[in-house]
């Protein structure tokens, strides 16, 4: 990778791929785009910035013929619950978004990395240690979407040679990003309500157990399969992944260590809980670490204690404020 192009940089993920991508690659060979596009922050002034429409083919090919672009990271996506809400959206960012950077990736022989997700499977999955080739039944638009991306994206590769690669994501927990729209949303929100209020109310139900991993891990494992040795790969797109599975009285257990009056209640949400009953316990990841060595570097117990801490340390200040509201 010399000239890199990442699609949706002020995304869940994007937002802190592109500063990790120009730590190692330089600030100038790695170009942030997004169709929102936030001047005011470092993102913005540590590099080169354009607005971009995934779902504009026309404008992706100009940017990679502008910047010499080799490497495309297509981050994009419209999440699980806002694409049941919005699922022509959805299916319009995550189908008809990565045919176009299929294409661009074909006429400019690029290398391409579109993200997939345990919500690829569904109906009929093992949930319990989900092989990697496995029944791929989704019951949602976003999972839908997924599959769609995978099958693409291993056509082109077949077909036309373009060099894509894929992993499928579990729960992202992050101290930097909030939240967006997410089936596994709530492992973020009750570390930043544990330190607001010491109180936390979760959307899914005790017991539903859903394979996470920390920012960290998906960012080493995003850069490090774009950077393996393509002779070894023998699955492409796409590659089982996770570092946990966890469910809400685990955290909460680890909070309490650290916060002992910590308090955990429910309020279940059917349609995020149907979600989340779809999806895998636990996911099979051995083709990743013999393909391409994979493996985390965290757990529960170190992440938490990073969170926390991240949290008090850079949310302080808005998190006292939004109490006082």
């Not at 404008?59 to 996506?77: C, R």
């Not at 544990?194 to 899914?204: D, M, N, P, Q, V």
């Not at 492409?236 to 002992?260: D, G, Q, W």
Request: aromatic share 10%; hydrophobic share 40%; charged share 25%.
């Amino acid at each position: 990778m010399k000239n890199i192009l990442v699609i949706g940089s002020f995304g869940q993920i994007g937002s802190e791929l592109t500063p990790e991508l120009r730590k190692r690659y330089g600030n100038s060979n790695v170009v942030a785009s997004d169709l929102c596009v936030k001047k005011d922050t470092s993102l913005a002034s540590d590099g080169p910035v354009e607005k971009l429409d995934v779902t504009n083919p026309k404008a992706i090919a100009e940017l990679v013929k502008k910047y010499k672009i080799d490497t495309i990271f297509n981050m994009a996506a419209i999440l699980s619950v806002v694409a049941e809400a919005k699922p022509q959206l959805a299916w319009n960012v995550g189908v008809n978004g990565i045919f176009n950077c299929l294409e661009v990736a074909r006429e400019f022989k690029c290398a391409l990395f579109t993200p997939s997700s345990i919500a690829a499977f569904g109906a009929g999955t093992p949930l319990d240690n989900t092989p990697q080739d496995t029944i791929q039944r989704p019951e949602t638009m976003y999972g839908v979407t997924k599959v769609t991306s995978e099958l693409l994206s291993d056509y082109y590769y077949k077909r036309f040679g373009v060099d894509t690669r894929s992993v499928r994501f579990p729960g992202i927990i992050s101290n930097v990003t909030l939240p967006g729209g997410g089936t596994t949303d709530y492992a973020v929100e009750i570390y930043y309500d544990a330190i607001k209020s010491g109180h936390y109310t979760s959307f899914l139900g005790a017991g539903t157990f859903l394979d996470m991993m920390y920012m960290p891990d998906a960012l080493n494992a995003t850069i490090q399969l774009m950077e393996a040795n393509p002779s070894r790969l023998k699955h492409r797109n796409s590659f089982n992944i996770y570092a946990m599975s966890l469910e809400p009285e685990m955290i909460a257990a680890e909070i309490r260590k650290h916060i002992p009056g910590f308090k955990l209640d429910y309020d279940i949400d059917e349609g995020k809980q149907s979600i989340a009953d779809s999806w895998p316990n636990s996911m099979d990841d051995s083709c990743a670490r013999e393909e391409w060595n994979w493996k985390p570097e965290w757990n529960l117990k170190s992440m938490t204690v990073d969170m926390l801490k991240a949290i008090k340390e850079k949310h302080s200040g808005d998190l006292l404020k939004t109490s006082s509201l």
